[in-house]
T-cell receptor
Framework: DTAVSQTPKYLVTQMGNDKSIKCEQNLGHDTMYWYKQDSKKFLKIMFSYNNKELIINETVPNRFSPKSPDKAHLNLHINSLELGDSAVYFC???????????FGPGTRLTVL | AQSVAQPEDQVNVAEGNPLTVKCTYSVSGNPYLFWYVQYPNRGLQFLLKYITGDNLVKGSYGFEAEFNKSQTSFHLKKPSALVSDSALYFCAVRDIGPNSGYALNFGKGTSLLVTP
């Protein structure tokens, strides 16, 4: 059973489009995250979501917005995609805010 | 903010030899330290963590890490490397404080290459 899953695995789109990446976890965790891995493999937090409290990294453009329909899902919506948004996006989850984070397989986004 | 540094971009080791991947940390208070591994085109897999307790932490796939408070280090080790250990290794520290979201701050990663 996949613990943290993401769809799609690959996403290729044109500049200016709006897209979404879905994340689901079946671990019963109550905290979820989105990270961005750039072309140099550097990982950086984008969002943290716990018990309806959203913490946003101040460097994330407001074109990015997470949406959580329930505790098991944290989807990432991106408006007006730009070339610089091309990256691998990882979803993660943990039980509470201090436990181990478990990562999904990633979504490779390519903006043309 | 809490941070970690991985001084080596790449580590090369022959199969069967011991391996060490270095990580140093800079934190205020007690550190929550983690090691993850990323295989090509895959997600991050958790290897081990240090929260408190014994300085030698044992993890998955035969890996272990030694927490050294005086040297502010948390090096990853394995007594005998396998070719299949070749991957990208990330050290991370949990951020704390207001507006941190308790997210992980990652090092830049160290590429481990184990040759037959």
């Amino acid at each position: 059973d996949t613990a943290v899953s993401q769809t799609p695995k690959y996403l290729v789109t044109q500049m200016g489009n709006d897209k979404s990446i879905k994340c689901e976890q079946n671990l019963g965790h109550d905290t979820m995250y989105w990270y961005k891995q750039d072309s140099k493999k550097f990982l950086k937090i984008m969002f943290s979501y716990n018990n309806k409290e959203l913490i946003i990294n101040e460097t994330v453009p407001n074109r990015f917005s997470p949406k959580s329909p329930d505790k098991a899902h944290l989807n990432l919506h991106i408006n007006s995609l730009e070339l610089g948004d091309s990256a691998v996006y990882f979803c993660a989850s943990s039980r509470g805010t201090t436990d181990t984070q478990y990562f999904g397989p990633g979504t490779r986004l390519t903006v043309l | 903010a809490q941070s970690v540094a991985q001084p080596e971009d790449q580590v090369n080791v022959a199969e069967g030899n011991p391996l060490t991947v270095k990580c140093t940390y800079s934190v205020s208070g007690n550190p929550y330290l983690f090691w993850y591994v990323q295989y090509p085109n895959r997600g991050l897999q958790f290897l081990l963590k240090y929260i408190t307790g014994d300085n030698l932490v044992k993890g998955s796939y035969g890996f272990e890490a030694e927490f050294n408070k005086s040297q502010t280090s948390f090096h990853l080790k394995k007594p005998s490397a396998l070719v299949s250990d070749s991957a990208l290794y990330f050290c991370a520290v949990r951020d704390i404080g207001p507006n941190s979201g308790y997210a992980l701050n990652f090092g830049k990663g160290t590429s481990l290459l184990v040759t037959p």
